[in-house]
C-alpha cells in the first residue's frame, strides 16, 4: 500500500443517521442520531483519466451503504460501530485505506459536553 498521505482523499462528513448503539438500555430503546465522517485515501487518477465512475468510489452510494449500518444491527460500542463502518469503506477495491469517526452528541454523559467522537484508521493491508 503506498502512504495514504501521498494518496488522494474523498471524503464525507457529517453524515447523520439514527441508530441504537450504546450499553444503556434506554439507548437501546430510544435510540439516538449519530454522525459519521469518513476520509477514504485512494489513488483517483485512473477515474479522471478516464471520467468513468466505476475507477473510483461513488460516494452517493457509500453514504447509503454506511447510513444502512448505522441503522442496523446494535452495538455496545461506538469502536465497533466505527469498525463495521471501516469494513464497508474497505471493501470498495480502489479504496487502500479509511478513516472513520463516529460522533456521539447525545451520549449519556452527566455533565455539559459537546461531543463523543472514536475516530479509527483502517488499512487494506489490516484486513484478514
Not at 64 to 90: F, H, N, S, W, Y
Amino acid at each position: 500500500m503506498t502512504d495514504p498521505t501521498g494518496t488522494d482523499r474523498i471524503s464525507v462528513r457529517g453524515l447523520r443517521a439514527r441508530g441504537r448503539h450504546g450499553v444503556l438500555a434506554a439507548e437501546r430503546e430510544l435510540g439516538q442520531e449519530f454522525v459519521v465522517d469518513v476520509t477514504l485515501f485512494l489513488d483517483t487518477a485512473p477515474a479522471a483519466a478516464t471520467d468513468d465512475l466505476t475507477r473510483t468510489v461513488h460516494y452517493g452510494e457509500l453514504a447509503q451503504e454506511l447510513v444502512k449500518v448505522v441503522e442496523g444491527e446494535p452495538v455496545d460500542l461506538i469502536e465497533t460501530l466505527a469498525q463495521r463502518l471501516a469494513d464497508v469503506c474497505l471493501a470498495y477495491e480502489a479504496v487502500e485505506s479509511a478513516e472513520v469517526s463516529v460522533h456521539k452528541p447525545a451520549a449519556p454523559i452527566p455533565l455539559p459536553f459537546d461531543d463523543v467522537v472514536v475516530t479509527i484508521r483502517r488499512s487494506r493491508e489490516g484486513r484478514g
